[in-house]
T-cell receptor, first 110, second 116 residues
Framework: QKEVEQNSGPLSVPEGAIASLNCTYS??????FFWYRQYSGKSPELIMS????GDKEDGRFTAQLNKASQYVSLLIRDSQPSDSATYLC??????????FGAGTTVTVRA | DTGVSQNPRHKITKRGQNVTFRCDPI?????LYWYRQTLGQGPEFLTY????????KSRLLSDRFSAERPKGSFSTLEIQRTEQGDSAMYLC??????????????FGEGSWLTVV
């Protein structure tokens, strides 16, 4: 079992719609969870972090965490063409290294 | 505050040659990480340092790979006798770790390696 798994893509959404990205992790002791955005040919850019159960909102992005279910998600509201990228879920392991999922590629159709 | 800096950004080398990448972390960040990323995959952990101490090396890091962080500042990642399978983006990242949760890791722009 992989440490971090993301829903398979690619995900195509129309402009203005909500994009929903899901991630599960295997280490029940994980404490910190991150979403990175990666444009093609570029390095990962941190967009959200979440540490407690529940929702965390930042602009058009909302991260949701459920530690009991070992599940973290990212919602992108009012999707824009500039949101077209690969989104990486990352989880801090017990010694605070990051373990990444394979990523979900999102395409926003104008 | 400048971000994580990596160089060279791109390197094309012939199989069997040695290559070295350099990473300058965000100033005062005590942790420095190296990851490798291939097309369609998420970054894979290679190794990390806390100050000058190398605390862990992934099993992905064969004996052809060596990393150093002298004086706890910049770091180098050397690959000896390169193979075509080494072609990837090598990512450096740093964080300010204080022994609690919330260790946010920031990435540099990456160094692309192509072995021909």
């Amino acid at each position: 079992q992989k440490e971090v798994e993301q829903n398979s893509g690619p995900l195509s959404v129309p402009e203005g719609a909500i994009a929903s990205l899901n991630c599960t992790y295997s280490d029940r002791g994980s404490q910190s969870f991150f979403w990175y955005r990666q444009y093609s040919g570029k390095s990962p850019e941190l967009i959200m972090s979440i540490y407690s159960n529940g929702d965390k909102e930042d602009g058009r992005f909302t991260a949701q965490l459920n530690k009991a279910s070992q599940y973290v998600s990212l919602l992108i509201r009012d999707s824009q063409p500039s949101d077209s990228a690969t989104y990486l879920c990352a989880v801090n392991t017990h010694d605070y290294k990051l373990s990444f999922g394979a990523g979900t590629t999102v395409t926003v159709r104008a | 505050d400048t971000g994580v800096s990596q160089n060279p950004r791109h390197k094309i080398t012939k199989r069997g040659q040695n290559v070295t990448f350099r990473c300058d972390p965000i100033s005062e960040h005590n942790r420095l990480y190296w990851y490798r990323q291939t097309l369609g995959q998420g970054p894979e952990f290679l190794t990390y340092f806390q100050n000058e101490a190398q605390l862990e090396k992934s099993r992905l890091l064969s004996d052809r790979f060596s990393a150093e962080r002298p004086k706890g500042s910049f770091s180098t990642l050397e690959i000896q006798r390169t193979e075509q399978g080494d072609s990837a983006m090598y990512l450096c990242a740093s964080s300010s770790w204080r022994g609690t949760s919330g260790n946010t890791i920031y990435f540099g722009e990456g160094s692309w390696l192509t072995v021909v």
